[in-house]
């Protein structure tokens, strides 16, 4: 099973490279003759990373008959357009209007169309498994519920999430593998002969990759966003991904031990587009290899400065209130 996926994901990668190919697309490129990543982009979208289950008659791809439909009737766009009921505020006389969860649709971005890779529209990042999720194994499930126990109370600010502690963002925005969520899915790439540093919206995370050369030995190293090297293959940059941060590795996209690596791809397929394709193989986390694509489009908008840090209002307020119940003497 695992081959017959594996397979299917490399025929994927083949069929876009032979229609960029049918086209005689030529990107553009850097003076020493690499092809130009530089610029503003977003992988806004509906599809996410794994299948909904409402999208699994489906299968990989939106019947171009139905596509219109499915997309009106997406949650995300219903949400736009009805403002999904969650008002918030409060009146004159002291009156809450909170309802629902979270912000409204105002406050929020997260794409109003399909992400379409060769002309198809996406259910799913994910094209491998077939199902389109994450083929956890019992281990690796076990290992994410043993986190969530260890970090989600409000003991101390290390039981809150990194996001709500600003450290990195949301959803695994930063990567490695770059997910779209909810809104701020906007990234800016700055290219040299060295490096490839792409700056994330949310919550203001840097990736510098170097280059060429190899992995920054002993495995004791493992920064944020783990320890990246990016080398060419023709005119597609490959970034290889071990020893994620001990604390970001069970709640990344995509979880790895050090035992695992993440593989992304950085194909120019268009003035306009990236195709970013992605592998994940750890033997503790997964029961195989999975992996996909994502496609960026570029963007007139520029990212705003995502003000968030540790003294942020938000914790200090769930902390202060966990202390408050203690004192109450409630759990």
């Known amino acids: 099973m695992q081959a ?11 069929s876009s490279a032979a229609a960029m190919a049918q086209d005689g697309y030529e990107p553009p490129r850097t003076p020493s003759g690499h092809p130009d990543f530089q610029g503003f982009w977003t992988n806004a979208s509906l599809t996410t990373l794994q299948r909904a289950a409402n999208y699994e008659d489906f299968g990989l791809v939106i019947p ?15 949400r736009q357009a009805t403002d999904d009921g969650q008002v ?4 004159p006389d002291g009156t809450d209007l909170a309802r629902g969860r979270g912000y409204n649709a105002f406050w929020v971005d997260p794409g109003s169309r399909f992400g379409v890779i060769d002309g198809q529209a996406r259910t799913s990042w994910i094209t491998y498994p077939e199902n389109g999720r994450i083929p ?27 996001g709500e502690r600003c450290i990195i963002g949301f959803g695994g925005t930063g990567g490695p593998l770059m997910n779209n969520v909810l809104y701020n899915n906007l990234y800016q790439i700055v290219q040299t002969d060295d490096y490839l540093t792409i700056l994330v919206e949310m919550v203001h995370d840097v990736r510098i990759i170097p280059i060429g050369g190899e992995h920054r030995r002993p495995e004791e190293h493992a920064p944020w966003f783990g320890d990246s090297v990016a080398n060419w293959d ?22 790895i031990t050090e035992q695992g690596r993440i593989v992304e791809r950085l194909t120019r397929i268009a003035d306009d587009q990236i195709l970013f394709e992605f592998s994940v193989n750890d033997p503790v986390y997964y029961t195989q290899e999975w992996g996909g694509q994502i496609v960026f489009n570029d963007t007139d908008t520029m990212p705003y400065e995502y003000a968030c840090h540790e003294g942020n209002y938000g914790l200090e307020g769930i ?5 408050r119940l203690e004192l109450l003497g409630e759990d």
């Open 4 to 14: 017959v996926a594996r397979i299917s994901f490399i025929a994927l990668a083949l």
């Open 64 to 78: 171009g008959e139905q596509l219109e439909e499915v997309t009106a009737n997406n949650h995300q766009n219903v």
């Open 88 to 91: 918030q505020g409060q009146l």
């Open 136 to 162: 956890f194994s019992e281990q690796g499930n076990q290992l994410r519920r043993d986190y969530r126990a260890q970090f989600s109370g409000n003991h101390g600010p290390e039981g809150r999430s990194l």
């Open 234 to 255: 023709g005119d597609t940059l490959v970034i290889e991904t071990v020893n994620l941060h001990p604390l970001q590795a069970p709640q990344n996209a995509a979880p």
């Open 319 to 323: 902390l202060a209130g966990a202390r």
